[in-house]
């Protein structure tokens, strides 16, 4: 149980690094941060780990691009939900959120 564990840990960490990488190196080269999430994804379906929430909503499930708003992704919201929009394949993800009363 302990190697599980640790195995875990590791592929989260990497994971997160990943990400941050695919940030950083978004904006001089989209290819290789759309590289870096198919490493991360990859990571994560051999290990058998999530991706954390605060990650996944940086790329798209069918494309596999990293994600930023206003340059390829489209953010609206729409009947209590959050329609995130990717511009290359026009896959679109629903969130519901709650509105402060």
């Known amino acids: 149980m302990k190697k599980k564990n640790q195995q875990e840990k590791i592929a989260k960490e990497r994971i997160e690094c ?3 990488l695919a940030d950083k190196h978004f904006k001089t080269n989209p290819s290789l941060s759309k590289r ?8 994560s379906t ?3 780990t999530r991706i954390p929430a605060k990650f996944k909503i940086k790329f798209c499930k069918d494309c596999s ?7 390829n992704q489209r953010v609206r919201t729409k ?7 990717c511009l290359i394949c026009n896959k679109s993800k629903r969130k519901p ?3 402060a009363s």
């Open 46 to 48: 051999r290990t058998n």
């Open 18 to 20: 990943l990400f941050e």
């Open 79 to 85: 009947q209590g939900k959050i329609v995130r929009t």
């Open 97 to 99: 959120f709650n509105r």
């Open 65 to 71: 691009n990293y994600l930023v708003p206003g340059i």
């Open 36 to 43: 870096y999430v198919t490493l991360a994804r990859k990571i």
